[in-house]
């Protein structure tokens, strides 16, 4: 027979569970904390863009210098930053071919000059019998003729020779001016063609900064404009004149090649590296507002910041537009408004509503 109380105690032990599993149960989710932050009130201002290029110093005049023949280099003095004087010997060819050919043109020049003189005494002989009348008038002009192709032949044979003479010449490879090798692209034993670069030369005279331009900038820069450059070697700060601007972009980088005379009196290391600055000035200057980069943020592809909202003292997001740095700034043209103030500090760990105290303000 079942007792009475069966069915209190099983009620009696239903509560007891329930009330186990309730304060074994989650507590509410804690709050995030307040976090103290760093902001800026923005407001805009004027900015004039300077723009900064990295370029090179080179030599006004720079030639490739090469033989004007073929054949077998045999010596080259010239070395990579060995000044030479004007006329000063680079390389030289073997000449032993060419000296053959030109002392078989020198034959051949002494051949036709004895053919031209035994022509020309055949023909005064024949003008002398002719006036004696032992002779008719057609026998003269065959010998007329003769001596004319005789001289014919000599000026033939003298040009050759000259031509064989100063191909011999074109062994050797002389400085056009004084200047500095910059670089050579031939070595002892190698057979070059003629017209092949061997050394590279830069004259000694005006210098040039050279420097890439992209196709955006391009319009900036005119013949005549002026630019400051800057050597990184000591810091001296020199004033160039825009004198070339590239037609065509090249075909590598897309970019174009400018070319800014240096004074004549700045006399820069060939090839030292140094930064080129245009000051666009106040004709291009834009309103603007300036961020230091601890406040940007990347969020789906898109550049934003964290804006606080005095009232409730929590933090949203807002998507700004960056157009280009300034030193440690970033130059903002939208999203933001005179009087916003933006979290400078702290960004990566803040979220949407979160709610902020000021760093530093007075509790």
């Known amino acids: 027979m079942l007792s009475p109380f069966l069915p209190s105690r099983r009620i009696a032990l239903a509560f007891f569970f329930s009330v186990t599993l309730a304060a074994c149960g989650k507590g509410p989710a804690p709050q995030e904390p307040v976090r103290a932050v760093k902001v800026l009130t923005v407001g805009e201002s004027g900015s004039t863009m300077d723009l900064e290029f990295s370029g090179e110093v080179r030599a006004r ?11 077998k280099l045999l010596s080259r003095p010239a070395e990579i930053g060995q000044r030479v004087k004007a006329g000063e010997l680079l390389a030289q060819l073997d000449p032993q071919d060419y000296r053959v050919t030109a002392d078989a043109a020198a034959a051949q020049l002494v051949a036709a000059q004895s053919s031209r003189d035994v022509a020309s005494a055949d023909f005064k ?6 006036a004696q009348g032992f002779i008719s008038v057609a026998e003269l002009q065959r010998r007329e003729a003769a001596y004319i192709s005789a001289q014919a032949q000599w000026k033939q044979a003298q040009a050759q020779s000259s031509v ?10 002389l400085a056009d001016g004084a200047g500095i090798v910059t670089s050579v692209d031939a070595s002892a034993g190698q057979v070059v063609a003629a017209g092949q670069p061997v050394v590279r030369l830069a004259l000694d005279g005006p210098r040039d900064v050279v420097f890439s331009v992209a196709e955006d900038k391009l319009g ?7 630019v400051k450059v800057r050597q990184w070697v000591d810091g001296k700060l020199l004033e160039a004149v825009v004198r070339d601007v590239s037609a065509s972009a090249d075909t590598v980088t897309r970019s174009f090649l400018v070319k800014a005379a240096l004074p004549k009196e700045a ?12 000051s666009l000035g106040d004709a291009v200057a834009v309103k603007s507002i300036k961020l230091p980069t601890s406040a940007l943020r990347l969020e789906a592809g898109a550049t934003s910041v964290w ?4 009232n409730t003292m929590t933090v949203k997001a807002q998507t700004i537009e960056v157009n280009t740095a300034e030193g440690n700034d970033a130059v903002v043209t939208s999203g933001l408004q005179n009087g916003d103030q933006v979290v400078i500090s702290g960004v990566h760990v803040l979220t949407a509503g979160q709610k902020v105290s000021i760093f530093g303000a007075a509790k």
Do not use: I, M
């Open 267 to 278: 006399t820069p290391v060939l090839g030292s590296t140094v930064t080129v600055t245009l």
């Open 164 to 173: 064989q003479g100063n191909q011999s010449g074109y062994t050797r490879l």
């Open 220 to 226: 900036l820069l005119k013949t005549g404009a002026k």
């Open 307 to 310: 804006l606080l909202d005095p």
């Open 125 to 130: 002989r024949y003008q002398d019998l002719h």
């Open 61 to 71: 005049v720079e030639s490739s210098l090469g033989f004007r023949v073929a054949g």
